[in-house]
């Protein structure tokens, strides 16, 4: 085996690269050794015996299949939590979810004409003080209401 490490350094500084990324074309080595100068190394090059290698990355396969999993709840056990319950999911949040559902059914059941606008704005305000924990708690009280109209 010949010592082109002279070369590989030269070749490097040519195109921009480390020398880990220099490549030599096993069939050229000899030429490759015979090079001695930048000009030469610069033909090598223009000839395709020498090349600079794709950078390597990290691959995110192992992330990609540690997310699929978690998507389906694995991977999400007390063993891995860290922080309360209220830092993973907000109150907030959970609270814009739960009224946005309720706000939009309400106005649905307006619209159709299941309820009028005045019992709409009632539950509407309901609504926004607490009263109802999910769109069925709603849905179940409006029954009820319904029930005692009739």
């Known amino acids: 085996m010949t010592d082109l490490s002279t070369q590989r ?10 020398v880990h990324r220099v ?3 096993p069939d050229r080595t000899t030429d490759i050794q015979n090079a001695i100068s930048r000009e030469d190394l610069r033909g090598l090059i223009d ?18 299949e540690k997310m699929a999993k978690r998507s389906y709840g694995h991977r ?13 999911s907000p109150r907030k949040r959970e609270w814009i979810k739960k009224i946005r559902a309720i706000r939009k059914t ?5 619209d159709t004409g299941e ?15 607490g009263q109802f924990r999910s769109v069925a708690h709603l849905k179940a009280h409006l029954a009820l ?6």
Request: hydrophobic share 35%; glycine share 12%; with cysteine.
């Open 9 to 18: 350094r030269l070749s490097a500084s040519i195109l921009k690269c480390g």
């Open 23 to 25: 490549w030599f074309d």
């Open 47 to 64: 000839e395709d015996a020498i090349r600079a290698l794709q950078p390597r990355g990290n691959s995110r396969g192992r992330a990609r």
């Open 76 to 88: 999400k056990g007390p063993g891995r939590r860290r922080g309360a319950a209220g830092a993973r």
């Open 106 to 110: 309400l106005a649905e059941l307006r």
């Open 115 to 129: 309820i009028n606008p005045h019992l709409y704005r009632t539950l509407y305000r309901q609504a926004a003080g």
């Open 145 to 150: 209401i319904v029930g005692r109209m009739k």
